[in-house]
């Protein structure tokens, strides 16, 4: 049991991260405060991935006014999470 609230506490955590920055790139925060910091540092390694891998597939996404990798990124950790917590079970 402890094991799986840890993965789920650690991908809860990582989504609220990612809505969290979704939500501040609307208001345009001060990107040399520390907490804007830590919440882009954490969820770059994920979001960046998904960005480059869509630039490949659809080239004219790099010019595109919209980043739908915050909702691929949710997706897929959602689907990682389901798949963990299965295979431990």
């Known amino acids: 049991m ?18 969290i920055r979704v939500l501040l790139s609307w208001i345009r925060p001060d990107p040399y405060n520390q907490l804007v910091r830590f919440i882009y540092e ?7 991935p998904i960005r480059n891998g869509i630039s490949v597939l659809i080239p ?6 919209v980043d ?3 909702i691929i990124a949710i997706v897929l950790l959602k689907l ?6 299965m295979l431990l079970w």
């Open 2 to 19: 402890l094991i799986y609230r840890l993965i789920n506490l650690i991908f809860d955590l990582l989504l609220l991260l990612i809505i």
């Open 42 to 48: 954490a969820t770059e390694p994920i979001l960046a």
């Open 60 to 65: 004219a996404y790099r010019n595109m006014p």
């Open 68 to 70: 739908f990798s915050p």
């Open 80 to 85: 990682l999470r389901n798949i963990i917590i």
